[in-house]
């Protein structure tokens, strides 16, 4: 079962483990309405770039797709499951360090699952830059296509619709029948565009450090991905100039100067994303 609500149990995690995702729930409890599902980044990033009664993203959108593989490694981050490996006496960049293996303990969700299983046995490991690139499927070397995690958005659409926030149905382009989700719980939407638009406005300090991790993480990603722009065309013309501006000054910033301020392996490894898409 992929739904977090209905996860099974799964074996005792070690006790810095344990603190890590206290701190993370905590973390989250913060920016999240008490009424609202838990979701992974990636489901947050796919319902941002959903049209909501046609049920599909845009076919001009050709930035999702590794966008939510970018997800994929900073959720399993956030999990404790996996950090970029420490850092040394003489200072390297982001890119230069590896993504290590830290705990295989089930995450309840089968994509994260999937892609530690295969962080776990990959000898000598990758960067991030290499991972985000293996997991969406676009590399030269035909001994690492099966590291290719395939049909990310439809498995996530029908996690949604499992939590009842996304419904299927059968749309036809004329030649050929395609499934779409259109949303059929709006709050849930409606709930996450809130928590951008005041991440960005009410709640906005200029200090990342200062910023909730999934946040952060949320706002640089829904840009990676092509759908920031979606969660903000609701607003006032003087609002949106306002949230642009503020959220252009974090992906505007230098990602290894951000992480030479930061301590824990989630900020490293979100700034680490961001600097894998600014490099490509």
């Known amino acids: 079962m992929t739904t977090l609500t209905k996860r099974i149990r799964r074996p005792e995690a070690p006790v810095e483990e344990q603190k890590e995702e206290k701190r993370d729930a905590s ?5 999240t309405d008490s009424k609202s599902l838990r979701l992974t980044l ?6 941002l770039g959903l049209k ?21 490694l900073v959720e399993l ?7 970029l490996e420490p850092q040394s006496s ?12 830290k705990s295989a ?13 295969h962080i776990k046995s990959t000898e000598p490991p990758e960067d991030v830059a290499s991972w985000i690139e293996l997991l969406t499927g676009e590399t030269w070397n035909p001994l690492k296509l099966h590291f290719q995690i395939r049909n990310v958005r439809e498995r996530l659409a029908k996690n949604l619709v499992e939590k009842g926030v996304l419904t299927t149905e059968k749309q036809n382009f004329l030649l050929f029948d395609m499934t779409t989700h259109p949303v059929t719980d709006s709050s849930e939407k409606e709930r996450l565009v809130q928590r951008l638009q005041d991440s960005l406005l009410e709640r906005w300090t200029n200090d990342s450090r200062r910023m909730s991790r999934r946040v952060l993480a949320l706002i640089l990603l829904a840009h990676i991905s092509d759908v920031l722009e979606n969660a903000l065309s ?3 013309d ?6 642009c501006s503020r959220s252009r000054s974090l992906l505007d910033a230098d990602p290894d100067l951000e992480s030479a301020k930061v301590t824990s392996p989630a900020d490293e490894m979100i700034w680490a994303v961001l600097a894998a898409f600014k490099k490509s």
């Open 27 to 31: 973390d989250e409890e913060q920016d």
């Open 42 to 47: 990636m489901e947050e990033i796919l319902l």
């Open 52 to 72: 909501d009664k046609e049920g599909y993203t845009s076919f001009w959108n050709d930035s999702i797709s590794s966008g939510l593989r970018g997800c994929i």
């Open 77 to 83: 981050t956030l999990r404790g499951r996996i950090h």
């Open 90 to 101: 003489r200072r390297r960049k982001l890119l230069d360090r590896k993504v290590l293996f």
């Open 105 to 117: 303990a089930p995450t309840g969700d089968v994509l994260l699952d999937e892609a530690l299983k």
């Open 234 to 236: 609701t607003l006032p």
């Open 238 to 243: 003087d609002r949106y100039d306002l949230a």
